[in-house]
Each structure stands twice: as structure tokens, then as C-alpha cells.
């Protein structure tokens, strides 16, 4: 008697292959994208440094550090000869956010942060501050450098999770010139404004819709 074998896969067989296959590709997919997180946030840090530099060098010639404005025009000369241009976010190609310690006197001190996108980031600790949440100057702004300050907020708990944004709400609070959220009386001048004395993490001194004129 003769025997006739198939040759071939059931379709099980074949779904269990395919599932496996996907599955290895998952991990390789996420392991490379993990990597060119973490290469783009070496530059963003890069970036930080150098502006970092270039603004104690600005310091020690003119005795103050440079306007809340200067590094909102990417690629800019607005820091030469300290810095032949201004960086930007590799990715995002957004300004890295400048925050005076005292908006009344730029030569007190200053903050610069970026975001990191591998927010498992050691140094992120380091600095006080959350991989999610930041550093209290705004979600997603979790690493920095600073003069006249410490990087972190003051009193700002890098383990605190936040409760979800409230609805907007018109209010008495609008984004200044230099991207900061001030109180302000004269609502009529200002073409968005907040209930949130944060300003719901709005402000931008590139961000024209949300400015008091």
C-alpha cells in the first residue's frame, strides 16, 4: 500500500510562524527606535551645552546674559561671535525654551530645557525632575541647564502625578512677550487667556496666537 504524504504548512502552522515573526520584528523596531532616541537626545544635550557656554561667555564681556528672546529664531546669529548659530530641536526643529530666574533682571540668572524623549534618562533625575511632568516649567520639559538657579523648579516633587488638564477657562492670567504666564487686568489686549496661573503650559515666546499684546 502506498501512502501519499502532504507537503507544505496547515494554516496554523503558518499563523504561529507569522506571529512569531512580527513579534521579533516588534522588538527590533522598538530596540532601534529606543537608540535613535537616545542618539538625538546626545544632541539636544550638546545643543544646551553649547548655548550654555556662549551665554557665560556673553556674561563675562557684557555683564548680563542675552534677552528672553534670543534663542527663538533657529539657526540665528542673534549670540555670535559665541555661537555661530542658534540650535533648535533636531526632530521638532522648535526653540529650546529660555527662562530668565528674574524676567526684571536677565543678569540673575537664567534656565534652558529641552525635552528628552528617552524620559528613563538618568540624568532627568539627576536635575530633579520628571521624565513626564518635567521639571515645573512646563509638561515634556524634562532636562536643562541653569545659572543663579537650580534646574528644577523650587519645591517642584518629580514623583508628584498630576491630575488631567482642566477645560479651558477664559480667565485673568495671558503669555507676556518673553513666553511667560503673567497676571494681566486689561483682558482686552490679549487675544487668549487662562483661568490656570500657568496659562495650561501655553506660552511661547514663539507662539503669536497666544500673546498679550
Known amino acids: 500500500m502506498k501512502y501519499k504524504y502532504s507537503h507544505g504548512f496547515t494554516l496554523v502552522e503558518l499563523m504561529i510562524a507569522v506571529s512569531i515573526i512580527a513579534l521579533i520584528l516588534g522588538v527590533i523596531f522598538i530596540n532601534w527606535r529606543v537608540q535613535i532616541n537616545r542618539g538625538q537626545d ?48 533636531p526632530v521638532s526643529k522648535l526653540p529650546y525654551k529660555y527662562v530668565p530666574v528674574n524676567d526684571a533682571n536677565l543678569c540673575s540668572g537664567y534656565r534652558v530645557f529641552t525635552s528628552l524623549r528617552d524620559t528613563s534618562d538618568a540624568d ?53 512677550a518673553n513666553g511667560i504666564c503673567n497676571s494681566t487686568t486689561n483682558l482686552s489686549t490679549c487675544p487668549v487667556s487662562y483661568a490656570d496661573s500657568n496659562c495650561y503650559n501655553q506660552c511661547s515666546p514663539t507662539r503669536w496666537d497666544n500673546r498679550c499684546l
Open 124 to 176: 532627568i533625575g539627576k536635575q530633579g525632575c520628571n521624565g513626564v511632568t518635567g521639571c515645573g516649567f512646563g509638561v515634556g520639559f524634562n532636562y536643562g541647564i541653569s545659572s543663579g538657579a537650580t534646574v528644577a523648579l523650587p519645591g517642584f516633587n518629580p514623583n508628584y502625578t498630576p491630575t488631567p488638564t482642566p477645560p479651558f477657562q477664559t480667565g485673568f492670567n495671558a503669555c507676556d
Open 42 to 89: 546626545v544632541l539636544r544635550k550638546k545643543h544646551l551645552t553649547d548655548i550654555k557656554r556662549a551665554f557665560e561667555e556673553y556674561f563675562n564681556d557684557k555683564g548680563c546674559y542675552p534677552s528672553a528672546t534670543v534663542l527663538s529664531t533657529c539657526n540665528g546669529t542673534a549670540l555670535q561671535p559665541y555661537l555661530a548659530a542658534i540650535p533648535c530641536d
